[in-house]
């Protein structure tokens, strides 16, 4: 076998070890994407309801706090509690939905799953010496 064979099949027994360091590429690209995303008053499922009593942006100021790391191949995103009343509709309650997240078996948003692809291009080049 030729050495460029060779190099090809050992990258090719390692890709499934390589999860980790594709969450962790990912991680702060998914962290600015988002915080892009809600700076622009627009959470995982579409625009954000502004502000009623004064029309502006809600949610500004916790929304610029979210954090997404990796932990193994998990990305994970933290955030103040105050946004997870803003979660889901809540029944009788004065937080319209904001989601800061994607629900269960929701799809992420474009912005998110592009810097994950971007991440695993970058981390498979990385590690096939392209």
């Not at 912005?111 to 498979?124: M, N």
């Amino acid at each position: 076998m030729n050495a460029e064979l060779e190099r090809f099949a050992n990258f090719l027994d390692k890709i499934e070890d390589l999860s980790a360091d594709i969450a962790s590429e990912a991680a702060s690209d998914i962290q600015s994407a988002a915080r892009e995303m809600y700076a622009s008053g627009i959470g995982p499922s579409g625009a954000h309801a502004p502000r009623k009593k004064d029309g502006a942006r809600a949610l500004q100021r916790p929304l610029a706090a979210v954090t997404f790391t990796a932990s193994g191949d998990t990305i994970t995103g933290q955030a103040e509690d105050v946004l997870k009343y803003h979660q889901g509709p809540i029944v009788s309650a004065p937080y319209p939905e904001r989601k800061t997240f994607p629900g269960d078996g929701e799809a992420l948003p474009t912005q998110w799953s592009d810097k994950i692809d971007d991440a695993v291009e970058t981390v498979f080049a990385r590690e096939a010496g392209v």
